[in-house]
């Protein structure tokens, strides 16, 4: 019951923030719209040439699509796209193309349609022909540098699991520092990265393609993706899946607000799960009846006395709770190992999650930021800055010292470089978001998820002029593949379009430890995407 009262006066805190936020964004003034496209001619639409993915098996292959790098010049330069595609198993039954777009941003959508490829039923491979690409930016894509390795390292290394005073102001210079970065290495590119310039840059694929329409399954960030190319495409949607939602008005127009529940979101779910660790103490092995005091305790020890690991770098508290922010993702399944991982980091043994972030983390990271801040329009005030950014670390007392006061890495602290952004916004979509005509779309929402609340998938759905809701009632972020109900409902859905009734609630999560997961299945990388296998 404690715990309950705990969570309910947090969140109405966080509700409270929000109103808040709205109120101030409207005095302060709209959020600007985007830049029309300008220009008599319309882009090339570009020429596929298909040949093999750097030489794998896979039955994949490849090729490279150049679109426009600004559409207000939609024949000017360009930038080149990395494409990859398998053809439909059953040309006879074939429906079209699925494209599949990972989360992030940052995520490389080719890796992600091959490693998500096996994962599909086999009467959507069968029918489809699976699609994926590396969106501007990314990877094969342009790959955006703002910090460069060694700069990041060093700002990840320092970090602390509880920050001390100053910590405030320190998160508000680096990210000046690494906006500074961002338009210093990637000036030509970062004004052109946001999410209008790339659902254009998917309806040139569809047009290359030879396809009327598109089927689109998109999870996280590229459920976002999905709801900008509808809003602008709406009568080439076929069908359209949208996993862990975004509420797409106050992600861009709203940001603060948006964040706060994201904060929120994630904190409720670490301590659901050491609630758990709690109430389970054998099968958790981490807190002897007491884990989040031991929590507290093991990030204020690794900050003191840090785990020097084989790179040569430091594990502090900030690298533990780092790493369980996305390790939490996996849902029930994985709170036994992550027990074991806090286990084996209190006895300063290897543990994954004292795993410090990689060069390639760096990459997604550097496009995460990029992307969002070409996205997002935050009010410009210094001091809104400093009191909004510390009140939402304080409403999550697990995670949210160290996430939104540290160096800039993920979503939850992106406001002190994007409040201090210096490159133009051409690429900003700005418009409705009600997709008015499209087909219905159906809105995936997981009601414990960490990363993309599960109010925001409810808002969507309610957004979208054909929106329908489907909920899993289940821990963990995302909801595709990890329920057998949930799956076989969208499967249904993309190769007849027929949708789940209204109201429709999936509940058969995966308990907690009844899966027997091997530690190597268990590191969740932020780096790579992928629809799980169906357990």
Partial sequence: MQTRSVDDVRKRMVWGISLVLVAVTALLGAAPRGVAAAGVGGPVVPVLSWGPCDGAQDGFECATARVPLDYREPTGRTIALAVTRRVAADRDQRKGVLLLHPGG????????????????????????????????????SGQVECWNDQEYSAA???????????????????????????????????????????????????????????????????????????????????????????????????????????????????????????????????????????????????????????????????????????????????????????????????????SPPSPASFDFLSVNLAVECADRVYPTSRVLLGGLVGAQAAAAPLLGGPIGLGPPTYDHNHAPACVQWQAERPSRYAGSYRAAGSAPILVLGTTGDPDTPYQDSVALAGTLENGRLLTFAAEGHTAYNRSACVSGLVTEYLATLALPARGTVCADETPAGSAGLRTSELAVDETRDVIPALR
């Fill in 105 to 140: 941003p940052g995520n490389s959508g080719v890796d992600f349609a091959r490693g998500s490829y096996e994962a599909l039923p086999a009467s959507l491979r069968d029918a489809f022909d699976v699609v994926g690409y590396d969106m501007r930016g990314v990877k094969r």
């Fill in 156 to 354: 990840v290394d320092a970090a602390r699991g509880v920050p001390g005073p100053g910590a405030l102001q320190g998160a508000v210079r680096q990210g000046l520092e690494f906006a500074r970065a961002c338009r210093q290495r990637s000036g030509e590119l970062v004004p052109f990265v946001g999410t209008g310039s790339n659902a254009k840059d998917i309806d040139l694929l569809r047009r290359a393609l030879g396809e009327q329409t598109l089927s689109f399954y998109g999870r996280s960030f590229g459920s976002y993706v999905g709801t900008v190319y509808a809003a602008q495409f709406p009568e080439r949607v076929r069908a359209m899946v949208l996993d862990g939602g975004y509420d797409p008005r106050r992600y861009a127009d709203v940001p603060y607000a948006y964040d706060a529940p994201q904060f929120v979101a994630l904190d409720a779910a670490v301590g659901r799960f050491l609630d758990w660790c709690a109430r389970e103490a054998a099968a958790c092995g981490f807190g002897e009846g007491r884990p989040r005091e031991a929590f507290e305790a093991l990030k204020g020890a690794l900050d003191a006395d840090p785990v020097i690991t084989a790179s040569g770098r430091p594990a502090t508290g900030y690298t533990l709770a780092y790493r369980l922010m996305f390790n939490i993702n996996a849902g029930k399944v994985i709170w036994p190992e992550l027990g074991q991982a806090l286990r084996a980091a209190q006895a300063r043994q290897g543990s994954f999650l004292l």
